[in-house]
């Protein structure tokens, strides 16, 4: 189900809020692309954006103005970041969201847009695994952080949440979605766990108790489904 391109351009944005079409703009950029022959290759850049970041996104990214108050603005690296990407396929965790900022980058500086056709982690995990459970802290089924607990990566990616890391999180979480929808996983996942309660549908809660996974249903109180998994 997945195409794989002669290169895969990974690539996460860090924005000064979520809508491209409404000012916000991009102030980080980390991609990572892997081609067939073998060859790997990063960039990477913050972004002056010429606007104050909110105490949010300051509080998200842990990035402030100061950082990027001497941050190339983004004529200075649009050409770059174009190029960076050229005929490779981007993926991303919800794609559109990035692919959005950039484009509306690349046609503010008269660059050639890329196409929508990527590769979208998000709406393959919600292909595969339709109720997806929510670890605690994971923040929503689909989220590229609740993946990580899925997918046992914890361990390795704990402090995500910049654009590097987040891309390095992504390359893992790729490879095991590829792994599950080829049957190649090594792990057999409980029914409820990737298709929510048996009873009514929703997606469950986990977690642990005296060491063995819990699945609470979401549907509370209205539905009282409990599994041990
Ligand atoms: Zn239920």
């Known amino acids: 189900m997945i195409e794989i391109s002669d290169k895969l351009v990974f690539l996460d944005v860090e924005t000064t809020g979520l809508y491209w079409d409404r000012g916000d703009r991009v102030i980080e950029v980390f991609m990572l692309a892997l081609s067939k022959n073998g060859e790997v290759a990063e960039y990477e850049t913050l972004i002056n954006p010429q606007r104050r970041l909110s105490k949010e996104i300051t509080a998200i990214t842990g990035l402030t103005d100061a950082d990027l108050k001497n941050a190339p603005v983004e004529a200075d690296v649009a050409p770059a970041i174009r190029e960076f990407i050229g005929m490779g396929t981007p993926v991303a965790h919800n794609l559109p969201f990035d692919l959005g900022f950039l484009n509306a980058m690349f046609r503010r500086n008269n660059l050639l847009e890329v196409g929508a056709a990527g590769i979208d982690t998000l709406a393959i995990s919600r292909e595969l695994f339709p109720r997806l459970a929510i670890y605690p802290d994971g923040g929503g089924s689909h989220r590229l952080k609740n993946l990580m607990y899925h997918f046992g990566l914890a361990d390795a990616y704990a402090n995500a949440h910049r654009a590097r890391e987040d891309v390095m999180l992504l390359v893992e979480v790729f490879r095991r979605l590829q792994d599950f929808a080829a049957g190649r996983s090594p792990v057999v996942y409980p029914d409820a766990l990737i ?20 699945l609470t249903c979401k549907n509370q109180p209205a539905c009282q489904v409990k599994l041990v998994v």
């Open 195 to 214: 298709y929510g309660c048996p009873t009514c549908g929703s997606a469950m809660y986990v977690t642990a108790e005296n060491g063995r996974r819990v």
